[in-house]
Every structure is written in structure tokens, then in C-alpha cells.
């Protein structure tokens, strides 16, 4: 009599256990976020980050190794979060500036970038966690700082100072090209840090459209060398 093989699992639980693993590792990563973002990362131990996600430590350690991997993870999803939000655009300015671009063009697509880019930021101004974990790295450079410069800050500045100075005509120099660019990113993060605060004085308002308006006021006068 022949010996029946033994069944494969069903491929339902592996699915399920699976989908069950992901949302374990997020809901440990969005803890530690909050946690990173509120106290820094010398401050927060791997215990506190377990306990607070509901996790013992053995899954915290099997999902992210140490405290370090998962300082690290939370800046990678960080990087993820940009990446998503800006995605409509971003193919756009990857196949343009291949090209030389007349002011006018360069302009429109810093206009096109900052609009985005505001959206997005304010369509997750409730959102705290991953804006203090950013501030503290540029604060105080620790253990994510290389990551989000690589993958975020820098691109971001060179594409912005490329643009800039195609805007002018080519009459600013990279240096200033790239003040201007951190200026302007700047600009819109200190806005968003305040806007607790320009909210309870000023009260509700459309935000987006006028920050967007101010942004495109800046841009225009790149056409008059600023």
C-alpha cells in the first residue's frame, strides 16, 4: 500500500500569517516612530518600543536585529512615504531635465514640484511622528542622518538648485542656486512646524492654496535674477 505524502499547508494560512507578520512590523515601526520622534534615540529602549506595540522583545529583534536596524528602518520608511506622495511627479522631472530648459519651463516644473510637495506635506501635517524624527536627525545627526540625506535631502536640494538656476537664466551661480533651494524647501518646513500655531491666531483656512501662492510669488522672481 502506498503512503499517502503528507499535505502542504494551505495556502490560505500562509497568506494570513503573512498578512498577520506585515502588520506586526508596521504597527512596531509606527511605535517607533513616535517614540524615536518624541524622545531622540539614546532615550528609547527596544523594551519600551516592544511593550508599547504590543510585541515581546524576540519579534521587535527578528523583525529589525537591534535598536539600530530599527532606528534605521524608520528612516527608510521615511524615504518610502516621500517617494509615494511625490511619485505622480517625479517621472515627470526625471525625463525633463535630461534636457536643457528654457526659464520659462523651469518655472513651471518648480512651481508643478513645490505645489506637490506642499500638498503632500500638509495632507500629513496631523501626522507628527515622522516630521519630529526628521527634525531631530537635522538637529542632531544621528544614526539615520546618511539615509535621509542620500536618499532625500540631497537629491532633492540638486534638483531644486538645478531647476533654480535655469529659472535665472543661468545668471545665479550653484552656490546661490543652492541657498535659494534650502531656503525654499526650509520655508515650507518651518511653516508646517508652525502651523499649530498660524491656526489657533488666524483660524481655519486654505493653506495649501496659499502657501502654494507665496512659493510661486519666490519663483516668478527668479526671472528678475532676485
Not at 506635506?121 to 535621509?148: H, K, M
Request: proline share 5%; hydrophobic share 45%; aromatic share 8%.
Amino acid at each position: 500500500m502506498t503512503k499517502a505524502k503528507p499535505s502542504a499547508p494551505p495556502l490560505r494560512a500562509a497568506v494570513d500569517g503573512y498578512r498577520k507578520g506585515e502588520e506586526t512590523r508596521a504597527r512596531i515601526l509606527n511605535v517607533a516612530l513616535t517614540e524615536f520622534g518624541n524622545s531622540g534615540f539614546s532615550s528609547v529602549t527596544t523594551r519600551q518600543i516592544a511593550k508599547k506595540a504590543g510585541v515581546n522583545l524576540p519579534a521587535l529583534t527578528y523583525y529589525f536585529g537591534n535598536k539600530r536596524g530599527l532606528y534605521l528602518a524608520c528612516a527608510h520608511a521615511i524615504v518610502a512615504r516621500y517617494r509615494d506622495g511625490l511619485a505622480p511627479v517625479a517621472e515627470v522631472y526625471s525625463a525633463t531635465l535630461r534636457a536643457p530648459l528654457v526659464p520659462d519651463e523651469a518655472r513651471t516644473l518648480l512651481k508643478r514640484l513645490f505645489a506637490e510637495l506642499a500638498r503632500f506635506l500638509l495632507s500629513t501635517a496631523g501626522n507628527q511622528n515622522p516630521a519630529l524624527f526628521v527634525q531631530r536627525e537635522i538637529a542632531s545627526p544621528g544614526p539615520a542622518f546618511e539615509i535621509l540625506y542620500a536618499e532625500l535631502w540631497r537629491p532633492g536640494i540638486e534638483l531644486v538648485t538645478n531647476l533654480i538656476i535655469q529659472a535665472s537664466n543661468g545668471l545665479l551661480s550653484e552656490k546661490e542656486a543652492q541657498v535659494r533651494a534650502v531656503l525654499m524647501i526650509s520655508s515650507l518646513t518651518g511653516f508646517l512646524s508652525g502651523l499649530p500655531v498660524i491656526a489657533r491666531t488666524a483660524g481655519k483656512a486654505d493653506y495649501s492654496g496659499l502657501v502654494i501662492a507665496a512659493l510661486d510669488g519666490q519663483i516668478e522672481a527668479l526671472e528678475r535674477r532676485g
